[in-house]
């Protein structure tokens, strides 16, 4: 089985470029999470989807960042203009329900460096 | 929101010795609490779980433990192996968000 696939693993940038990172998570959950990872602020969840709508977005850092999920098999997460400080590895996560004891299964991460 | 310490940071034991990790959360509405194990270069990846009507779990040489009253978890691993080398996080589940522990590094040594 297909676990959750990101694209793309690595991605360079200068600052002030867009970057959009892709995820799709596994076929059959509805519910869909974005988080970061870095060594001073450990992981992080930015944004959470549930049946492709946005639930809770509080965790994402400023304006620049904004995520959409179309449909039940595809998200992005975009930052537009990226700064060095949004250097990080990007995880997305999926689960097969939105309560509070679903496991939630991650993706392999994109590693994102902003020059 | 929910608050997860975990504890140490790094952690070497030798080969076939035992390993523990332990957390502590700070809402008692915390109702679900995995493990996950993260190699380098790879995304977490879910060892064990353990719900809070629950007060102990075992896989093969993987067991947790959690103390409701307390608020905390605890993760062991028996007779560990080099490819038990790895970043290990522990989470708690509030109000269907995961909080997670810092991290802890454990170095096993053949």
């Known amino acids: 089985d297909a676990g959750v696939i990101q694209s793309p693993r690595h991605e360079v940038t200068e600052m002030g470029q867009e970057v959009t990172l892709r995820c799709k998570p596994i076929s059959g959950h509805n519910s869909l999470f974005w988080y970061r990872q870095t060594m001073m602020r450990g992981l992080e969840l930015l944004i959470y989807f549930n049946n492709n709508v946005p639930i809770d977005d509080s965790g994402m850092p400023e304006d620049r960042f904004s995520a959409k999920m179309p449909n039940a098999s595809f998200s992005t997460l975009k930052i537009q203009p990226s700064e060095p400080r949004d250097s990080a590895v990007y995880f997305c996560?999926?689960?097969?329900?939105?309560?509070?004891?679903?496991?939630?299964?991650f993706g392999p991460g994109t590693r994102l460096l902003v020059l | 929101g929910e608050n997860v310490e975990q504890h140490p940071s790094t952690l070497s034991v030798q080969e076939g010795d035992s390993a523990v990790i332990k957390c502590t959360y700070s809402?008692?509405?915390?109702?679900?609490f995995p493990w996950y194990k993260q190699e380098l270069g790879k995304g977490p990846q879910l060892i064990i779980d353990i719900r809070s009507n629950v007060g102990e779990k075992k896989d093969q040489r993987i067991a947790v433990t959690l103390n409701k009253t307390a608020k905390h978890f605890s993760l062991h691993i028996t007779e560990t192996q080099p490819e038990d080398s790895a970043v290990y996080f522990c989470a708690a589940s509030y109000f269907n968000k995961f909080y997670f522990g810092s991290g802890t590094k454990l170095n096993v040594k053949p």
């Open positions: 996560a999926s689960s097969l329900g939105a309560g509070d004891q679903e496991t939630q299964y």
């Open positions: 809402d008692s509405a915390s109702n679900y």
